[in-house]
C-alpha cells in the first residue's frame, strides 16, 4: 500500500505562503494606521501644542485623564515623525512645570520608542524602508550589524539636532539589547526634555529672560548639531567601527 506523502509538503508551502501574507498584512496595517493618524491628528496637536493655554483647556476639560492624554501625545510625537517634539515638550514644561513636564514628556516618550522598537524589531528591515528616507537609512547603516552600535547610539541621542524618532525606527534592526536601548534613550533624552521643560515653565511663569536665554543656547546648540549633522555621524561611525585590517580582522 502506498503512502500519500503529497500532503505534507504541499501543506508546507501553504503555511509559509499565510505567514508571509500575514506579514505584509501587518507591515501594511501598521504604516496606514501611523499615516492616517499623521494626517488627521498630526496639525491639530501641533497647532495645541503651539498655543499653550488653549493646549492646557483642552486638557483640563479631560480632568484627571489629562495628564495621560499629554503622555498619550508624547507616544504620538514618537510614532509619528511628523508631529515636531520640541513643541510638545515646551508644552509639557508650561503647563506642568520643568519637574512634571519632564517625568510626563520622558514616560510618553519610552512608551512611544517601546512600540517603534517592537514594530521595527518583528517586521524588520522592509517596515523600516517604508517608514524611513533612503538617505537617512543610508546614513545610519554603520549601525545595523555593528557590535559597537548601543555606544554610537547613546552618543547620537545626547547630541541636538539628529532625528531621535527616526533612530528609533533603525535601532529595531540593530543588535542592541531591548533594556540597554531604552536605558540610552532615557539617559540620552533626558538632558533636552529638562531643557524644553524649563524653558516652557519660565515662559508660564513669565521669566522671559530666563527662557529667552535658555531658550537661544538650546536654537544654538539645535542648528550646530542640524549643521554639522553629517560630520557628527561619520565621526560615531569611525568612533565605533573599530581598526579593520583589509582581511576583515580586527587589530589587535
Same mark, same amino acid.
Given at each position: 500500500?502506498k503512502?500519500?506523502?503529497?500532503?505534507?509538503g504541499?501543506?508546507?508551502?501553504?503555511?509559509?505562503?499565510?505567514?508571509? #501574507?500575514?506579514?505584509?498584512?501587518?507591515?501594511?496595517? &501598521?504604516?496606514?494606521?501611523t499615516?492616517? +493618524? !499623521? =494626517?488627521? *491628528? /498630526?496639525?491639530?496637536?501641533?497647532e495645541?501644542?503651539?498655543?499653550?493655554?488653549?493646549f492646557?483647556?483642552?486638557?483640563?476639560?479631560?480632568?484627571?485623564?489629562?495628564v495621560?492624554i499629554f503622555?498619550?501625545v508624547?507616544?504620538?510625537?514618537?510614532?509619528?515623525?511628523?508631529?515636531?517634539?520640541?513643541?510638545?515638550q515646551? #508644552?509639557?514644561?508650561?503647563?506642568?512645570?520643568?519637574? &512634571?513636564?519632564?517625568?510626563?514628556?520622558? +514616560? !510618553? =516618550?519610552? *512608551? /512611544?520608542?517601546?512600540?517603534?522598537?517592537?514594530?521595527?524589531?518583528?517586521?524588520?528591515?522592509?517596515?523600516?524602508?517604508?517608514?524611513?528616507?533612503?538617505?537617512?537609512?543610508?546614513?545610519?547603516?554603520?549601525?545595523?550589524?555593528?557590535?559597537?552600535?548601543?555606544?554610537?547610539?547613546?552618543?547620537?541621542?545626547?547630541?541636538?539636532?539628529?532625528?531621535?524618532d527616526?533612530?528609533?525606527?533603525?535601532?529595531?534592526?540593530?543588535?542592541?539589547?531591548?533594556?540597554?536601548?531604552?536605558?540610552i534613550?532615557?539617559?540620552?533624552?533626558?538632558?533636552?526634555?529638562?531643557?524644553?521643560?524649563f524653558?516652557?515653565?519660565?515662559?508660564?511663569?513669565?521669566?522671559?529672560?530666563?527662557a529667552?536665554?535658555?531658550?537661544?543656547a538650546?536654537?544654538?546648540?539645535?542648528?550646530?548639531g542640524?549643521?554639522?549633522?553629517?560630520?557628527?555621524?561619520?565621526?560615531?561611525?569611525?568612533?565605533?567601527?573599530?581598526?579593520?585590517?583589509?582581511?576583515?580582522?580586527?587589530?589587535?
Amino acid at each position: 500500500m502506498k503512502k500519500d506523502v503529497s500532503t505534507p509538503g504541499c501543506a508546507e508551502p501553504e503555511s509559509k505562503k499565510w505567514k508571509v #501574507a500575514f506579514y505584509i498584512f501587518l507591515i501594511a496595517a &501598521f504604516v496606514s494606521v501611523t499615516t492616517y +493618524a !499623521g =494626517i488627521k *491628528l /498630526g496639525p491639530r496637536v501641533t497647532e495645541l501644542a503651539r498655543k499653550p493655554e488653549e493646549f492646557r483647556e483642552w486638557l483640563n476639560s479631560f480632568g484627571w485623564k489629562g495628564v495621560l492624554i499629554f503622555i498619550g501625545v508624547q507616544v504620538l510625537q514618537v510614532v509619528i515623525a511628523a508631529i515636531p517634539g520640541e513643541v510638545t515638550q515646551l #508644552a509639557g514644561g508650561y503647563l506642568y512645570g520643568t519637574f &512634571f513636564g519632564t517625568i510626563y514628556s520622558l +514616560a !510618553g =516618550i519610552v *512608551l /512611544g520608542s517601546v512600540i517603534v522598537f517592537y514594530a521595527a524589531r518583528l517586521l524588520g528591515y522592509p517596515l523600516v524602508k517604508l517608514l524611513v528616507s533612503p538617505r537617512q537609512l543610508e546614513k545610519f547603516s554603520f549601525m545595523l550589524n555593528n557590535k559597537k552600535s548601543e555606544t554610537a547610539m547613546f552618543i547620537l541621542f545626547l547630541i541636538p539636532g539628529i532625528p531621535k524618532d527616526i533612530l528609533t525606527y533603525i535601532a529595531g534592526i540593530t543588535p542592541v539589547k531591548p533594556l540597554r536601548f531604552f536605558a540610552i534613550i532615557t539617559i540620552g533624552r533626558l538632558p533636552a526634555l529638562v531643557g524644553s521643560a524649563f524653558i516652557g515653565h519660565n515662559t508660564q511663569l513669565g521669566n522671559y529672560g530666563v527662557a529667552i536665554a535658555v531658550s537661544v543656547a538650546a536654537c544654538i546648540l539645535f542648528f550646530a548639531g542640524v549643521l554639522f549633522r553629517d560630520r557628527i555621524i561619520n565621526w560615531v561611525h569611525k568612533l565605533t567601527r573599530g581598526n579593520k585590517e583589509p582581511g576583515g580582522s580586527e587589530n589587535a
